[in-house]
């Protein structure tokens, strides 16, 4: 039962990467097991299971990518068309501004946010402690 949560570890991850807007098929069809195993949420999950894993992803995303798209997946990008036909051009340009704001702000406050652990690592604090007693102070 333990080897089915961690196929379904290695799954979640492989979701999450497939989810990301830069994450492309070909990135997917590129990874290999030690590229898995480097990452932090794997590292405790051996070679086998995450080549089960991995081999499933790859042959479903291939076969996904080789197929042409049917009818109904030809008809969604017309509606998102048609949606984005009905903004006017400043809308689209707010629309555009606000996700490269959001993109660029959570890059810098993740990036703090590991400076910061890291700092704290180094003169052996354990950022979780302290998080606690700011939170018990308010």
Same mark, same amino acid.
């Given at each position: 039962m333990a !080897? +089915? !949560?961690k196929k379904q570890r290695v799954e979640k991850y492989l979701?999450? +990467?497939m989810k990301g807007r830069f994450f492309?098929?070909?990135?997917l %069809?590129? %990874?290999t097991i030690r590229d898995l195993q480097?990452?932090?949420p794997l590292l405790d999950i051996s070679r086998p299971t995450i080549a089960v894993? +991995? !081999?499933t992803y790859k042959e479903r995303f291939k076969n996904k990518k080789n197929i042409p798209a049917s009818a109904g997946e030809k008809g969604q990008p017309l509606k998102i068309e048609n949606d984005l036909n009905n903004l006017s051009s400043e809308e689209i340009v707010k629309v555009r501004k606000m996700i490269d704001s959001f993109e660029t702000q959570m890059e810098d406050v993740l990036t703090t946010f590991e400076e910061l652990k890291s =700092? %704290? =690592?180094d003169?052996?604090?354990?950022y979780r402690k302290l998080l606690a007693q700011y939170r018990a102070k308010l």
């Open positions: !080897k +089915l !949560k979701n999450q +990467l492309t098929v070909d990135d %069809l590129s %990874l480097e990452n932090t894993v +991995l !081999k =700092a %704290l =690592a003169i052996g604090m354990d």
